[in-house]
């Protein structure tokens, strides 16, 4: 039998949902409450009405949004790369072909090693306030290696992605039309029953756009859902296939023309901004503020990988789009959220509202704005996850 919790004294609670509180699109909450009863939310409003429950919480003053949902990332791998990110910082660029130097690593290691670092980096992000995060494979790029990491993922996470087109495997290097038959065929069949989502990296020195839709449309019929890493690194055909598709979300966004942003603004996939990537290769920063003007839906998440932006925080990322991408703090804070949900297509996380789930993060600040007011500072005090209380 479930317990019901009511947490008051709350400073400012961002619900997500602007027909409560300011009317914002945070639709944040002062001096407010919000009850619990098992793993949903099922009451939020001023503190002075927060209804009867077995047990009482008193925030202390302190700020509450939902969990962050970080809707990108690469966490099924095995080693780091130190020496390539010491030697970028040192002056040499960036480019797609190291990531082979984890596939190599990845391969090499049992399933206990991969699980382990999965979980590993998992706990990391939840003391940061992650509850929801999505993961992907891309580092085995063999029917057995992709199918075993997704596996893996699936114990951990309903958000598993098919990344089977990372990059062309490098023993078929020399004949990438071979690797795509073999991702969107033998590997695809080993692979489609524990994922979710399908994804495919469509920049130079990976996947072009025909390479992409093959891969796309073929776990499409599989009954995966597609997502797209789309213009990192240069302007290119992904985005406007990512909105031709329904993908879920188009991540990276940094190389965009005009009809790439109305395309975006027009259509439901959301553009997925990972600052992580552009401060770890000393990248250009995409322009969030372009997208957000011209009416697009904005995702923020971590990208955490082990090349390019080996990161798990969250908070880090909301500082830097902040920052460095235009947004204000109430925007950033939505799209690590709000916006991350939407990148999944989920409406029971992200929001903190009667019906979803209640995943919470609670700082030690009186508000949200502290996220990027204060970076590098960890200002997570306590983490809710499906109603129970997991830091």
């Known amino acids: 039998m479930s317990s019901s919790t009511v947490i008051t004294n709350i400073a400012a609670l961002v619900t997500n949902d602007p027909s409560l509180g300011d009317g914002s699109p945070l639709g944040l909450v002062r001096d407010a409450a919000v009850a619990i009863d098992g793993d949903r939310i099922t009451w939020t409003g001023e503190s002075s009405k927060a209804p009867a429950t077995d047990n009482r919480l008193?925030?202390?003053?302190?700020?509450?949004?939902?969990?962050?949902?970080?809707?990108?990332?690469?966490?099924?791998?095995?080693?780091?790369?130190?020496?390539?990110?010491?030697?970028?910082?040192?002056?040499?660029?960036?480019?797609?072909?190291?990531?082979?130097?984890?596939?190599?690593?990845?391969?090499?290691?049992?399933?206990?090693?991969?699980?382990?670092?999965l979980t590993r980096y998992l706990a990391e992000a939840l003391r940061q306030g992650t509850t929801t995060f999505e993961t992907k494979s891309g580092y085995g790029l063999t029917a057995a290696d992709e199918s075993r990491a997704l596996r893996i993922a699936?114990?951990?996470?309903?958000?598993?992605?098919?990344?089977?087109?990372?990059?062309?495997?490098?023993?078929?290097?020399?004949?990438?039309?071979?690797?795509?038959?073999?991702?969107?065929?033998?590997?695809?069949?080993?692979?489609?029953?524990?994922a979710r989502w399908i994804d495919v990296f469509c920049e130079k020195g990976a996947f072009d756009g025909d390479q992409a839709r093959a891969v796309l449309t073929a776990g499409r019929a599989r009954g995966l859902h597609p997502r797209i890493h789309a213009n990192q690194l240069s302007q290119g055909p992904g985005v406007q296939l990512a909105v031709e598709l329904d993908a879920a979300s188009a991540d990276h966004c940094t190389h965009l023309t005009d009809a790439d942003v109305d395309a975006l603004a027009s259509g439901s996939t959301v553009a997925t901004l990972l600052p992580g990537a552009e401060f770890s290769t000393r990248a250009e920063w995409p322009d969030a503020r372009r997208l957000l003007d011209a009416g697009?839906?904005?995702?923020?998440?971590?990208?955490?990988?082990?090349?390019?932006?080996?990161?798990?925080?969250?908070?880090?990322c909301i500082a830097l789009a902040v920052r460095d991408m235009g947004m204000t703090p109430d925007e950033a804070v939505w799209s690590a959220t709000a916006g991350g949900a939407a990148a999944l297509r989920r409406d029971d996380i992200g929001r903190l509202t009667p019906g979803a789930y209640a995943d919470l993060t609670l700082l030690d600040a009186p508000s949200h704005v502290h996220l990027a007011y204060r970076p590098g500072v960890p200002l997570v005090s306590g983490v809710w996850r499906r109603g129970v209380r997991v830091v």
């Open 58 to 117: 008193d925030a202390g003053g302190r700020a509450v949004l939902p969990g962050f949902v970080d809707s990108h990332s690469h966490l099924l791998f095995a080693g780091d790369r130190t020496e390539e990110f010491a030697a970028r910082m040192s002056g040499r660029p960036y480019s797609a072909g190291g990531i082979r130097t984890t596939v190599a690593a990845t391969r090499a290691a049992t399933d206990a090693e991969l699980e382990a670092n």
């Open 154 to 194: 699936a114990r951990h996470t309903d958000e598993v992605t098919f990344l089977g087109a990372h990059i062309v495997a490098p023993e078929l290097a020399d004949d990438p039309a071979a690797y795509v038959a073999l991702v969107t065929g033998e590997m695809l069949d080993a692979c489609a029953p524990h």
């Open 296 to 316: 697009a839906t904005v995702a923020l998440s971590t990208d955490c990988n082990p090349g390019s932006s080996f990161t798990s925080s969250v908070p880090f």
